[in-house]
């Protein structure tokens, strides 16, 4: 894949920094990314590229175009904003991995005041992070998965191990009631907010309560990794390695995701490659923490993963698309961003990629 890195990976971000500018970019419409307000959850993935670029290259128009974006963000928290549950996705590859590459001390205090925030959201009750601002207050949901990393950040960051207990707190939750025994995850866990007594499984952006929606399974799996990495607890090993193995069994021949592995007639579905490049990297976080022979399951099912992105969906000849990854689903229920590409998608393949090919700094 050094190949891939080198002649067709950066001249194509190098053309996305001119065609995408200063627009916080989330979906394509006819191959063009739009400009997404910077409270939505994608807003941290674009620079987050810029900033695995940089790391990788030291080439400073990556950290230039990154620079300010954490910043920007942090206006979020001042104004009247949507932030939720998924600050993680936003501040993680803005000011976390910023201070990492350059001890910015505004960008610590952001990426800190974004894991206060996170913390605040914790249900003593029910042990889980809360999901969305709506009424929902017994929500739950495995996209947390992934924005658990920023809570153990905060710990290793401060010395504090509140962050910790929260993030180890939620990541047993997902094990006792979103993960099933195949080894598949629900989207949305219900609870009574007051009791924290778990009510029932809500289907979300999958098919239906009991299926199986791919990028779930994709949060879940390199979510529950990275909690093994920060903690060394076993059983969040375990349960990434589970994920990963209904994932694999669920995939069809060109190692490409329907949206939902449950869903009737999967061969007529839209894939959903954002699920793939993800879980691509999940797998190749879960090889890292293991010794082979069995390291290379993971890492030839995530070669497998990249292979075929790479040769069925990416953009490489088509100067007029802006995305690098094509066929990604953002909500099939709700018929929203089905069949485009999409930067969360587009940021996983290069974060794979970047694993691929030496990167040793870690986002999530
Ligand atoms: N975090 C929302 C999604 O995965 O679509």
Known sequence: MAAIWDSLLIPRVERMMEQIGDKSPHKTIDGVYDHMRLDWWTSGFWP???WIMYDMTGDERYREHAWG???KLEQCFVT???LHHDVGFQFLPTAVIKYKLTGDADALRRGLAAA????GRFNL??????????????????????????LFWAS???GDPRYRHIAVAHADTVLEKFMRADGSVCHIASFDAESGAFVEELGGQGYAPQSAWSRGQAWALHGLANSYRYTGEQRFLHAAQRIAHYFLAALPGDHVPPWDFRVPDTDREPKDTSAAACAASGLLEIAACLQEPEALLYADAADRILQSLTSRY??????DEQGLLRQGTGHRPAGQNVNVSLIYGDYFYVEA???QNGWRNRIF
């Open 314 to 319: 990416t953009t490489w000849t088509q100067e």
């Open 353 to 355: 990629l970047a694993k």
């Open 116 to 119: 206060n925030f996170l913390a």
């Open 69 to 71: 974006w954490d910043g």
């Open 80 to 82: 009247e904003s949507n």
């Open 156 to 158: 290793e960051q401060t």
């Open 48 to 50: 987050g590229i810029l």
């Open 125 to 150: 009750a029910g042990r889980y992070l809360k999901a969305w601002n709506q009424e929902f207050t017994g929500w739950a949901i495995i996209d947390s998965t992934m924005n658990l990393s920023l």
